[in-house]
């Protein structure tokens, strides 16, 4: 893990490039919950009679969600973040503290480390780390056992594209 308690939050608006909708049955609450995992509330823009209709999350640059009141269909949704330099065992508490369902943080075979959350209407994150530690064995991994078309990462040992 990290030193780092929490990701500084962009507050700047910007096109976002990609981002997720949450449909949430309790807004506030919903709120609360994500910003145990380092979430801000960016913008509240209300609806009929004045109540919000659209709360906006930010948690670091282009990892923003947008969450609506209404009914919500658990597990439909499911999104990764990565964490940065965020220390993954204290947003696990923090979460476990606003009354979250929290997996983790656990190791992953492909060289992270993961916290997963729900939220009270089923919607899942992941935030994700790479292990800095064995970044050496992950590196041989990626060599040994990954194909495709993609380029590997600067300072590796294998080709610029593999098969």
């Given at each position: 893990?990290?030193?780092?308690?929490?990701?500084?939050?962009?507050?700047s608006?910007?096109?976002?490039?990609?981002?997720v909708?949450?449909v949430?049955?309790?807004?506030?609450?919903?709120?609360?919950?994500?910003?145990?995992?380092?979430?801000?509330?960016?913008?509240?823009?209300?609806g009929p009679?004045?109540?919000?209709a659209?709360?906006?999350?930010?948690?670091e640059?282009?990892?923003?969600?947008?969450?609506?009141?209404?009914?919500?269909v658990?597990?439909?949704?499911?999104?990764?973040?990565?964490?940065?330099?965020?220390?993954?065992?204290?947003?696990?508490?923090?979460?476990?503290?606003?009354?979250?369902?929290?997996?983790?943080?656990?190791?992953?075979p492909?060289?992270?480390?993961?916290?997963?959350?729900?939220?009270?209407?089923?919607?899942?994150?992941?935030?994700?780390a790479?292990?800095?530690?064995?970044?050496?064995?992950?590196?041989?991994?990626?060599?040994?056992?990954?194909?495709?078309?993609?380029e590997?990462?600067?300072?590796?040992a294998?080709?610029?594209t593999?098969?």
């Amino acid at each position: 893990m990290t030193e780092k308690n929490g990701p500084a939050v962009d507050r700047s608006i910007y096109a976002m490039p990609m981002f997720v909708n949450l449909v949430v049955s309790d807004l506030t609450a919903a709120e609360t919950l994500y910003a145990a995992a380092g979430f801000v509330k960016l913008a509240t823009i209300p609806g009929p009679g004045g109540l919000p209709a659209l709360v906006h999350l930010r948690r670091e640059r282009f990892q923003d969600i947008l969450m609506t009141r209404g009914a919500a269909v658990r597990g439909t949704v499911s999104v990764s973040f990565a964490a940065g330099e965020t220390d993954l065992d204290d947003v696990a508490e923090r979460i476990r503290a606003a009354g979250g369902d929290v997996t983790g943080p656990f190791d992953t075979p492909w060289f992270t480390t993961d916290v997963g959350f729900a939220d009270a209407d089923g919607n899942t994150v992941t935030l994700t780390a790479p292990r800095m530690v064995d970044q050496a064995a992950a590196q041989a991994w990626v060599n040994d056992r990954i194909t495709g078309e993609f380029e590997a990462p600067e300072g590796s040992a294998s080709g610029p594209t593999r098969d």
